[in-house]
């Protein structure tokens, strides 16, 4: 009887404790750091160890900032390369691993996620090409990203697809193209170009390489106007970057990034073949970084903050 006395009175220390270190609000900031904010492994069906994250991790993804990094783009579309901007943002949110979305609040059964925004704005002659790709990927850095999103925008219509990571990768689209209207389907799980952005930012080193499966970027899909579905890829990783390339594709993307802690991204290049035999085409698309810097951006949108944009080279 007293040993469990002892025990229920530990059990109920130990919850008081978790409580009183975890209860603060998250709103408009991102999320708390993992430890506290434990990750439910019955929901999130992980099956990998979750990797240990270093202090210079938590101090720098879990202080009320996001990173936004712009880049001058260089973006083939329709047989030429157009001049534009891109910008990565990323950021540490609390996730409802049910619904799917950003909690407005903490709960024990949050996921903690590096959240990643990264858009594409250029012209195509007359009228404007704007892109934007969302994916949820867990700072676990154990599974698969557990949403992604895309959509594009143009004078000709937009289009839009999201991916949720569920039982299987479940998949809705839509489009103004006739081929490509609304769809819902389901893909195997496995690994997404998507999410290897977010994985490279926790650990370059967890990066799957050699021969692997992957599904290409969703951006590319639609711009291609590719299958959406799991290609056979080879993955390399050097010090300071990282390459995929897909065969039946004719693409290949490489990554260039710092080695050392944030491990910041530092520009990419994208080449893809179009066309075939004497006609076939190869053009290669470029970011390279402009400016980086560590923001609330959700609490600036004041006049007076425009001087960010100047500050990031996109004013």
């Known amino acids: 009887m007293i040993r469990l006395i002892k025990s229920t009175l530990l059990v109920t220390l130990i919850g008081l404790m978790s409580f009183f270190t975890s209860c603060k609000e998250n709103t408009n900031t991102p999320a708390t750091t993992p430890e506290v904010s434990s990750v439910s492994e019955t929901k999130s069906k992980a099956v990998n160890p979750k990797t240990k994250l270093s202090d210079d991790f938590k101090n720098y993804w879990y202080n009320g900032e ?50 990643l925004n990264a858009t594409k704005n250029f012209n195509t002659g007359i009228y404007p090409y704007s892109i934007m790709q969302s994916t949820f990927y867990p700072v676990a850095n154990n599974q698969h990203a557990l949403k992604i999103s895309t959509s594009v925008q143009e004078w000709c219509g937009h289009v839009y697809t999201q991916l949720n990571n569920r039982n299987a990768f479940e998949v809705t689209s839509h489009s103004y193209f006739q081929g490509e209207a609304d769809e819902s389907f389901k893909l195997e799980k496995t690994w997404t170009e998507n999410e290897l952005w977010a994985k490279l930012r926790i650990n370059p080193k967890s990066l799957p390489v050699g021969d692997i499966e992957l599904i290409p970027s969703l951006e590319s899909v639609r711009l291609n106007h590719d299958a959406l579905k799991v290609q056979k890829a080879n993955a390399k990783l050097e010090s300071n970057s990282y390459t995929v390339t897909f065969s039946e594709l004719q693409r290949t993307l490489k990554i260039n990034f710092n080695p050392n802690f944030p491990f910041d991204i530092l520009g990419w290049e994208e080449t893809i ?15 390279t970084k402009l400016e980086s810097i560590k923001s609330d951006y959700w609490n600036k949108k004041s006049n007076s903050d425009v001087s960010l944009r100047e500050t990031l080279k996109l004013q």
């Open 66 to 115: 996001a990173e936004i990094t712009s880049y001058k783009l260089e973006q083939a579309r329709y047989g030429e390369l157009r001049e534009g901007t891109a910008v990565l943002v990323f950021v540490t949110e609390d996730f409802l691993p049910d619904a799917q979305v950003k909690a407005d609040s903490y709960s024990e059964n949050n996921i903690p996620v590096l959240k």
């Open 273 to 287: 073949v179009s066309g075939m035999g004497s006609s076939a085409e190869t053009l290669t698309s470029k970011a």
